[in-house]
Antibody, heavy 120, light 106 residues
């Protein structure tokens, strides 16, 4: 049973870079079957997809965030990471990492989420 | 950009059927997934590929997708089904979530 776990600072200062890591256990991140994803949820709001990365490092972004987002994958450590630059209070949210199968089967595994607050 | 529209809220009495819609331009040409999210928890996949149920999801959850509208139906709704529900579809290489629907069972 694949499990995902987000880690990183819960508090980030405005204008700085938010950095989160998702560690994958119970399965290999090198499988070409999946995309690995970051999704966020602002307090009391809906889900917002941020970006996907595959095992080769190819990335796909939500256009409004693309300029500030950098995704990387480390197959040797079975983890992938998100960097979001120039953060503002509007980036305060619960950040989820997730596994994505394809357009038919969608996001099938989610991490528990981690809360990030941007302070001024 | 592609958008998915859901009603903000739906109310249903226990034992009755609840229907939650998700609308988008030619949505029937895309696959739709549905997620259930309870407070403080991660979303859970309840329907994929328009109508298929993952293992462990009760049979009372069903889905359809045609034209511009996908529908999640919960038959014999139970109090444990009270949650937020989100639809998901792909737009080429991007994932699009609907705004979410709060299902109240009362």
């Amino acid at each position: 049973q694949v499990q995902l776990l987000e880690s990183g600072p819960g508090l980030v200062k405005a204008s700085q870079t938010l950095s989160l890591t998702c560690t994958v256990s119970g399965g290999s991140i090198s499988s070409g079957t999946y995309y690995w994803s970051w999704i966020r949820q602002h307090p009391g709001k809906g889900l917002e997809w941020i970006a996907n990365i595959n095992h080769r490092g190819a990335t796909y972004h939500n256009p409004p965030l693309k300029r500030r987002v950098n995704l990387t994958i480390d197959t040797s450590k079975n983890l992938f990471s998100l960097k979001l630059s120039s953060v503002t209070a509007a980036d305060s949210a619960v950040y989820y990492c997730a596994r994505v199968l394809n357009s038919r089967e969608g996001v099938d595994v989610w991490g528990p989420g981690t809360t990030v607050t941007v302070s001024s | 950009s592609y958008e998915l529209t859901q009603p903000p809220s739906v109310s249903v009495s226990p034992g009755q059927a609840a229907s939650i819609t998700c609308s988008g331009d030619h949505l029937g040409d895309r696959y739709v997934c549905w997620y259930q999210q309870k407070p403080g928890q991660s979303p859970v996949l309840v329907i994929y590929q328009d109508f298929r149920r993952p293992s462990g999801i009760p049979e009372r959850f069903s889905g359809s997708n045609s034209g511009n509208t996908a529908t999640l139906t919960i038959s014999d709704t139970q109090t444990v089904d009270e949650a937020d529900y989100y639809c998901l579809a792909w737009d080429t290489t991007t994932l699009i979530f609907g705004g979410g629907t709060k299902l109240t069972v009362l």
